[in-house]
């Protein structure tokens, strides 16, 4: 069953504009909410994290926003660049399970 | 330092094969797991061992799948009797501790087609 509904499948922006990247979660056993990043060819790669104690976590250009009555949480990219051009998936744990149910993706290309 | 390895990195299968694709995960990490990738598709979940435990099966799609890691290192996950639906991009990842919250390395995939 579908427990991390990811949108949207894909998006263009323009260099130096903000890609967002939205994630829906149905399960609130969900503690750790990770976004990977993957090139063609290359698997994928932990991009940032939080833990639902808060509601937004940064790292650089990169940020989380979680919001928990919701069950949402989203990847906000500032000053997009083309070197971001990748394929982000967004991810929970199952609680009691050592394993991550991974969002359908998203294609990003940041246009020069 | 080396990160996760996977071996071959592309295999081609007639119909009825069997095959064996290898991971090597980072040295010391105690948890590995199996992901198959369809196409445009995310990860989706196969097996997850602890050492050479093998304690969640539950994502292995029947039973031509087997997976083992004997030595609690270098894992293989097996194919017997391929089909067309098996082609896919199978990842190992490894992970240094035994919480969700542990950060996932992932390597860079055999990608399996079947004909």
């Known amino acids: 069953q579908q427990q991390v509904k990811q949108s949207p499948q894909s998006l263009i922006v323009q260099k130096g504009g903000i890609s967002i990247i939205n994630c829906a979660y149905e399960?609130?056993?969900?503690?750790?909410f990770p976004w990977y990043q993957q090139f063609p060819g290359k698997g994928p790669a932990l991009l940032i994290a939080?833990?639902?104690?808060?509601s937004e976590k940064k790292e650089g250009r990169f940020t989380i926003s979680f919001n928990k009555s919701a069950k949402q949480f989203s990847l906000h990219i500032m000053d997009s660049q083309p070197g971001d051009s990748a394929t982000y998936f967004c991810?929970?744990?199952?609680?009691?399970?050592?394993?991550?149910?991974f969002g359908q993706g998203t294609r990003l290309t940041i246009n020069p | 330092g080396a990160g996760v390895s996977q071996s071959p990195r592309y295999k081609v299968a007639k119909r009825g094969q069997d095959v064996a694709l290898r991971c090597d995960p980072i040295?010391?990490?105690?948890?590995l797991f199996w992901y198959q990738q369809a196409l445009g598709q995310g990860p989706e979940f196969l097996t997850y061992?602890?050492?050479?435990?093998?304690?969640?099966k539950s994502g292995l799609p029947s039973d031509r799948f087997f997976a083992e890691r004997p030595e609690g290192s270098v894992s293989t996950l097996k194919i017997q009797r391929t089909q067309q639906e098996d082609s896919a991009v199978y990842l190992c990842?490894?992970?240094?501790?035994?919480?969700?919250?542990?950060?996932?390395?992932f390597g860079p995939g055999t990608r399996l087609t079947v004909l």
């Open positions: 991810a929970a744990p199952i609680q009691g399970a050592q394993k991550l149910v």
């Open positions: 399960n609130t056993a969900f503690d750790y």
């Open positions: 061992f602890q050492n050479e435990a093998q304690l969640d």
């Open positions: 040295s010391g990490h105690v948890s």
């Open positions: 990842a490894s992970s240094s501790g035994l919480f969700t919250y542990n950060e996932q390395f």
């Open positions: 939080i833990r639902p104690d808060v």
